[in-house]
């Protein structure tokens, strides 16, 4: 099975500074997904970003990128200019690359954004 | 387009009732992922259907729980009898199998307290 580890149950960053988010994967499958998900307190979950295993280039998306180290079997997420609005959940996950969309999630940080 | 639609997004009801949550997956999307989440296992997958045909239940918890996708455009999450420890967030995704990265597209979720 897969397994998705987040060390940090919580994290905290001044506004516009940037925040890295830890998420080590474990997996054996030679093709896999690795996903960023943000969940803020109204409860819904938002795609942010994603990277393939065959991906030569860390993927990015505005102000999130994700550092993907495939020999440390690390996916971190980078949070760039930080703002009150990013305070929220930050959950990682991957898949196992053959059925889309069943991921494996961590258990997620809790990013807060002082002023 | 319209995401996708879970209702009722709050239910709160007494152990042994019956619970139904629905859900409407994005149109032409062929997966549909029921997800739980709570504070104790976080996010867990309980079931998904690809082209409304059940895949993979082993998630489901027990007996009590059963779903159903009679249509590409609607599908069930039956729990009966319902218990305090099935209070939870359920959320419903869909994803469309052609897409490269997989993206699972969340529903707002519906938020199941038993007393």
């Known amino acids: 099975a897969q397994k998705i580890t987040q060390t940090q149950p919580g994290m905290f960053v001044q506004e516009k500074e940037a925040v890295t988010l830890d998420c080590t994967y474990d997996?054996?499958?030679?093709?896999?997904?690795l996903f960023w998900y943000k969940q803020p307190s109204s409860g819904e979950m938002i795609f942010l970003i994603y990277q393939g295993s065959y991906d030569q280039q860390n993927a990015t998306e505005g102000r999130y990128s994700l550092n993907f180290q495939k020999a440390r079997k690390s996916a971190n997420l980078v949070i760039s200019a930080s703002q009150l609005g990013d305070s929220a959940m930050y959950f990682c996950a991957t898949d196992r690359g053959s059925t889309l969309g069943r991921l494996y999630f961590g258990r997620g940080t809790q990013l807060t954004v002082w002023p | 387009d319209a995401g996708v639609i879970q209702s009722p997004r709050h239910e709160v009801t007494e152990m042994g009732q019956e619970v139904t949550l629905r859900c409407k997956p994005i149109?032409?999307?062929?997966?549909l992922f029921w997800y739980r989440q709570t504070m104790m296992r976080g996010l867990e997958l309980l079931i998904y259907f690809n082209n409304n045909v059940p895949i993979d239940d082993s998630g489901m918890p027990e007996d009590r729980f059963s779903a159903k996708m009679p249509n590409a455009s609607f599908s069930t999450l039956k729990i009966q009898p319902s218990e305090p420890r099935d209070s939870a967030v359920y959320f419903c995704a869909s994803s469309l199998r052609e897409e490269d990265t997989g993206e699972l597209f969340f529903g707002e979720g519906s938020r199941l307290t038993v007393l």
């Open positions: 997996t054996s499958d030679p093709s896999y997904g």
């Open positions: 149109s032409g999307h062929d997966y």
